[in-house]
Nanobody, 115 residues
Framework: QVQLVESGGGLVQVGGSLRLSCAAS????????MGWYRQAPGKRRLLVAK???????NYADSVKGRFTIIRDNAKNTVYLQMNSLKPEDTAVYYC?????????WGQGTQVTVSS
């Protein structure tokens, strides 16, 4: 089992910044991928960004150049730095851990961008 604890969501104005954190604990496998997904009301959950334990990253086109994902393998923690936020970034953001065939999700943290 892997537990994910997220923090850092909140309310921010257009153009502002937020930093999300997700700490993983439990049966962490050395080779894994951690990432962030988001789900707006009435929409599907979609990838925002992910990063492998080797440091390879993948971003949704909508956030490229504005969001940065980094990880601290020693702390099993992944961060999502979100800059130049837009109203369409408003969603519940979920942390994800994937390794081998195991897939875990955090409880979600709300990000609201007001115009």
């Amino acid at each position: 089992q892997v537990q994910l604890v997220e923090s850092g969501g909140g309310l921010v104005q257009v153009g502002g910044s937020l930093r999300l954190s997700c700490a993983a604990s439990g049966s962490i496998f050395r080779i894994n991928t951690m990432g962030w997904y988001r789900q707006a009301p009435g929409k599907r959950r979609l990838l925002v960004a992910k990063i492998t334990s080797g440091g390879d990253t993948n971003y949704a086109d909508s956030v490229k150049g504005r969001f940065t994902i980094i990880r601290d393998n020693a702390k099993n923690t992944v961060y999502l730095q979100m800059n130049s936020l837009k109203p369409e970034d408003t969603a519940v953001y979920y942390c994800n851990y994937y390794s081998l065939t195991y897939d875990y999700w955090g409880q979600g943290t709300q990000v609201t961008v007001s115009s």
